[in-house]
């Protein structure tokens, strides 16, 4: 099958391009089109998938939990200098240690990411566990597959080996996370080291793959032990075998070198495009590396210089509330964390700055003499109805959705270009329109006239115009844009689309109770049971129909799998399949119109196993529901389809 096989080398071939040298040669597009190419004739003959094909990075379903795995030596932190007069305590004692004999040192970033340990064998990836205890790790390989920047496969003839290094969320992916959190009311991650954190352990590894990870490589080990008599030469082969090792490292001669390497990044540090706490020298001689040895905790040939945290004092000078679209209030943090700071106005705070923009505060450094506790008010600031803080939500939120601060975010969001794209309606445009009284739902915008808006301030009649033109234009656009633009709590652009292609109307959506809706495509009780919070509202029931009255687009062409082989049929997933992940076998079963449970039931009409079935395997036994291999479903759909 040299076809998938040149496609694939191809394939990977543009993402180390483009993932870890950061150098395309290709543009996306045409990297989509090939990754396309591949993913037909997978599909044409699932055979052929490997688990190493990049078609494969995101493959496993949610899982359940984490399983605790040992790693092949244990995974152990540095000893810190904070300053320079440490650092040269340790290189007096490496020195000393060695008896004056030449060393010499490799200097790196030391990334503020989390370590992570992959092991790959027949130069394919197999198993990824973070660092746990240092002993123990849990296996998160599903969602280290969904780093881009992690080869699935390597170059070279290593047979069996491990690779070691750090899990980064860049600045960028890092903040932009945090504007999406914020808009959704989930509370800001504090820096990107608790956001990698937090995106490699969750149990969805689609959500990893979102969250554009970055893993770059400082360790190679063979057997639990260096692999290479040097650790400059490691990262040499690292970088060769396709994996990202850091530019930004030397080989230092001496403790001068290792100061000045210290001190140029530092200085360089706000122009990098991820966090770094310091600077990590380790002695580059393995033999030398093992004279040395470890202490109890920690090993006598390598240092982590610490640089000092980004912090400043200010004061407080008023806790301020927002309400953003969905209600949400959030400030600097929610009330808990107010709470848990014990921060009131007046006192003096120290903030940190750690990959955003936004400072966060750490602690409080005084009390003032005049303090002003915190509250969270009863009533909107902005609008004065009744605010609630839903249970398990961080934040609390205003119940009001015609509230003019909610109604500002809700009409912006609206017309945003991913949304209904209208031209021209801007933060600016939405703030005059909603304080002149012209809008008060979304809906009003399908009434204005081209005198209302040429009245406001700042407003010629070419510009009315083209607000005019595209708010015309919307009408015409999709369902998906259209329910996304409804601004339901937990209803984005994908979701909208899946919604749309499951139910093909909004009046199908509007009827549908939790159980129908989360027979949609991932689509959970939490989703399910905001999409009929929000249609229980009278006043947006009344916006979706003055919608309609405008003339919106309200159907979808429903992909109808009705007529499909498996049509009629429930089936339950369980325990690891040969060949097909959970996520792809859902994916054929529904494209056959057949139905994926979690749960199996009486109305369980197959349970799918794989290896280490569970307890859905002996609850199918029990109630006497017929078990397939995965050879007899792929039969299945096979004989059906014929
Ligand atoms: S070497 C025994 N190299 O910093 C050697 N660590 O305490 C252990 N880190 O847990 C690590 N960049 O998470 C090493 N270039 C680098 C690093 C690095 C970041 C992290 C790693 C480790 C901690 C050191």
């Not at 959704?184 to 820096?191: D, K, Q, S």
């Not at 290479?228 to 970088?239: G, P, Q, T, V």
């Amino acid at each position: 099958m040299s076809k998938v096989d040149d496609l694939r080398r191809e394939i990977r071939r543009h993402e180390y391009l483009y993932y870890v040298l950061d150098q395309p040669e290709i543009t996306d597009s045409a990297y989509d089109a090939l990754l396309r190419e591949l993913q037909a004739l997978e599909r044409a003959d699932p055979s052929l998938i490997t688990p190493d094909s990049p078609t494969q990075r995101v493959g496993g379903a949610p899982r359940e939990g984490f399983v605790k795995l040992p790693h092949s030596s244990p995974m152990l932190s540095l000893d810190n200098a904070l300053n320079e007069g440490e650092l040269r305590a340790f290189d007096q004692r490496v020195r000393d240690l060695l008896g004056n004999e030449p060393f010499r040192y490799v200097a790196e970033l030391k990334l503020d990411g989390l370590s992570m340990a992959v092991q790959y064998r027949e130069q394919a990836l197999q198993l990824a566990l973070t660092r746990g205890d240092g002993s123990e790790g849990e296996d998160v390989t599903a969602n280290a597959r969904t780093i881009r920047s992690l080869p699935l496969r390597v170059n070279g003839e290593r047979a069996g080996f491990e690779v070691r290094g750090e899990v980064v969320m860049p600045n960028a992916a890092f903040q932009k996370l945090n504007a999406e959190r914020e808009q959704e009311g989930l509370a800001r991650y504090a820096n990107p080291r608790n956001s990698s954190a937090g995106s490699l352990r969750v149990l969805d590894p689609g959500i990893t793959a979102s969250r554009q990870l970055d893993f770059y490589a400082y360790f190679l080990l063979a057997d639990g032990q260096p692999a290479r008599a040097s650790h400059w030469e490691a990262l040499e082969e690292l970088a060769a075998m396709g994996f990202k090792v850091n530019p930004a490292r030397a080989v230092c001669d001496d403790v001068e070198a290792l100061v000045a390497f210290c001190r140029r990044y530092e200085a360089e540090r706000e122009s990098l495009p991820y966090e770094i706490d310091g600077v990590v020298a380790k002695v580059d001689a393995v033999e030398q590396q093992r004279r040395l040895g470890w202490t109890a905790k920690f090993p006598r040939w390598a240092i982590a210089f610490k640089y000092a945290a980004r912090q400043a004092e200010t004061v407080v000078e008023k806790i301020d509330v927002q309400v953003g679209r969905t209600g949400a209030r959030s400030t600097l943090h929610n009330e808990d964390e107010i709470a848990r700071l014990g921060v009131a106005a007046g006192d003096t705070v120290l903030v940190e700055r750690s990959g955003d923009v936004i400072p966060k505060v750490v602690k409080v450094v005084r009390e003032g003499e005049v303090r002003v506790p915190f509250q969270m008010p009863a009533a909107c600031p902005v609008c004065g109805s009744s605010v609630s803080r839903p249970e398990g939500e961080v934040v609390s939120r205003c119940l009001n959705s015609s509230c003019p601060a909610r109604l500002k975010e809700s009409v912006a969001h609206f017309a945003a270009r991913a949304v209904l794209d209208i031209g021209g309606l801007g933060d600016v445009l939405v703030e005059q329109l909603v304080n002149a009284g012209l809008v008060h739902s979304v809906a009003d915008l399908y009434d204005l006239t081209l005198e209302q808006l040429a009245g406001l301030e700042r407003m010629g009649t070419k510009s009315a115009e083209r607000v005019l033109a595209g708010i015309a234009r919307s009408k015409t656009l999709p369902l998906p844009r259209v329910l996304n633009g409804l601004g339901i709590p937990f209803v984005g652009e994908r979701t909208a689309q899946l919604l749309a292609e499951h139910f093909g109307s909004l009046d199908a959506l509007r009827e549908a109770d939790e159980a129908q809706l989360q027979q949609a495509t991932e689509v959970g009780p939490k989703v399910a049971q905001s999409i009929r919070r929000w249609f229980a509202e009278e006043r947006n029931r009344a916006v979706v129909e003055r919608l309609r009255g405008a003339g919106l687009t309200f159907t979808h062409q429903k992909v109808d799998r009705s007529g499909g082989v498996l049509a009629g049929l429930t089936f339950v997933l369980t325990g690891t399949l040969p060949s097909l992940s959970r996520e792809q076998a859902k994916e054929m079963i529904e494209a056959a119109g057949g139905k994926v449970s979690g749960s199996v039931s009486k109305k369980t009409s197959y349970v799918v196993a794989g290896e280490e079935a569970g307890s859905k395997l002996e609850k199918a036994q029990e109630l006497g529901i017929r078990v397939l291999t995965e050879a007899e479903l792929r039969e299945m759909l096979g004989k059906l389809e014929a």
